[in-house]
């Protein structure tokens, strides 16, 4: 069992950047693989990264890829995502999400524990 909560989201201007973080309870937090999702009103939620257990394998989805950086600190209970060069396309509420599994899914249905999300809005 894991509490995941997001923070981090907000107003920035389209090229800006923004870091989210999210918090893990639990003690078996570095057995997780650790993604972040992402859903824009009217449209399905949509994979945006993961990182495996040891944070060393990381995976993006092609909009996102050379612009978001995913990492972890496992001492932490901690993920993290760097999100540069935002583009008004990005906005969205950002979810946390981890997989008792050892591989990186990219469908939301794979993942059994979830934060409440964080809004991330970019303006023009």
């Known amino acids: 069992q894991v509490q995941l909560v997001e923070s981090g989201g907000g107003l920035v201007q389209a090229g800006g950047s923004l870091r989210l973080s999210c918090a893990a309870s639990?003690?078996?937090?570095?057995?997780?693989?650790m993604g972040w999702f992402r859903q824009a009103p009217g449209k399905e939620r949509e994979f945006v990264a993961a990182?495996?257990?040891?944070?060393?394998?990381?995976y993006y989805a092609d909009s996102v890829k050379d612009r978001f950086t995913i990492s972890r600190d496992n001492a932490k209970n901690t993920v993290y995502l760097q999100m540069n060069s935002l583009k008004p396309e990005d906005t969205a509420v950002y979810y946390c999400?981890?997989?008792?599994?050892?591989?990186?899914?990219?469908?939301?249905?794979?993942?059994?524990?979830w934060g409440q999300g964080t809004q991330v809005t970019v303006s023009s």
């Open positions: 999400a981890a997989d008792r599994g050892n591989m990186i899914h990219t469908t939301a249905r794979n993942y059994d524990y």
């Open positions: 639990g003690r078996t937090f570095s057995s997780y693989v």
């Open positions: 990182v495996r257990q040891s944070g060393g394998t990381t």
